[in-house]
């Protein structure tokens, strides 16, 4: 059965310093990998995703993750936050092989930015 | 534009008064989706459909029902809500192969 961990649920960092949103999964067989993003009041954004390519995933607005497999983690890391960087953040999984896709989503992070 | 438009965005209602929430999208995706996000636990998944005339459950399905008769329309039925349902829900959808969704912009949903 595939799970997803949000390991933090609130998270402060001042502008200008490194993010990092930290996710662990478990999966049975190869998964996708998600980060969603949420600002307030508003609906999800896709920023980055892992389909079994590039362990290192680039996505917008400066934001990247890194697939390990023996950590089964894929954090998300930004070098530098921005004030607008300040929202709800979501890591999400599937794996179910061909014929069902069922995603599983963590409880998710608050990122606050500090001026 | 491609998107997804869910209808009504805001809806108030009383206990045992049968609802649908619609959920439309013009992408031509396969793959549709419910969800629904309550304070800390993040988004669960409902329902999901393959395609037309495919669905089948999520993590939530009690209290639930979805139809799929044609690919772009993915309507959320609620037969008798409960104050349990009041929640914020998103519709999404999605390409084949576990890629990326689509979400609608939700519709917040009290039962009283």
């Known amino acids: 059965a595939q799970s997803v961990t949000q390991l933090d649920s609130h998270v402060s960092v001042s502008e200008g310093t490194p993010v990092l949103l930290r996710c662990n999964y478990s999966s049975s067989y190869s998964p996708s990998l998600f980060w969603y993003v949420q600002h307030p009041n508003k609906g999800l954004q896709l920023l980055l995703k892992?389909?079994?390519?590039?362990?290192l995933v680039k996505g917008i607005n400066g934001f990247e993750a890194e697939f390990k497999k023996s950590e089964t983690s894929f954090h998300l890391t930004k070098p530098s936050a921005h004030m607008s960087d300040a929202a709800e953040y979501f890591c999400v999984v599937s794996d179910q092989p061909s014929g069902t896709y069922k995603y599983i989503f963590g409880t998710g992070t608050r990122l606050k930015v500090l001026a | 534009e491609a998107q997804v438009t869910q209808n009504p965005r805001y809806l108030i209602t009383v206990t045992g008064k049968k609802l649908t929430v619609t959920c439309s999208q013009n992408?031509?995706?396969?793959?549709m989706s419910w969800y629904r996000q309550d304070p800390g636990l993040g988004l669960r998944q409902i329902y999901y459909?393959?395609?037309?005339?495919?669905?089948d459950k999520g993590d939530v399905p009690e209290g639930y029902k979805v139809s799929r008769k044609e690919k772009r329309n993915f309507p959320l039925i609620l037969e008798s809500p409960s104050p349990n349902q009041t929640s914020l829900y998103f519709c999404?959808?999605?390409?084949?192969?576990?890629?990326?969704?689509?979400f609608g912009p939700g519709t917040r949903l009290t039962v009283l």
């Open positions: 892992y389909t079994s390519a590039a362990t």
């Open positions: 459909s393959m395609n037309v005339e495919v669905t």
């Open positions: 992408m031509n995706h396969e793959y």
């Open positions: 999404a959808s999605s390409p084949p192969n576990r890629g990326e969704q689509f």
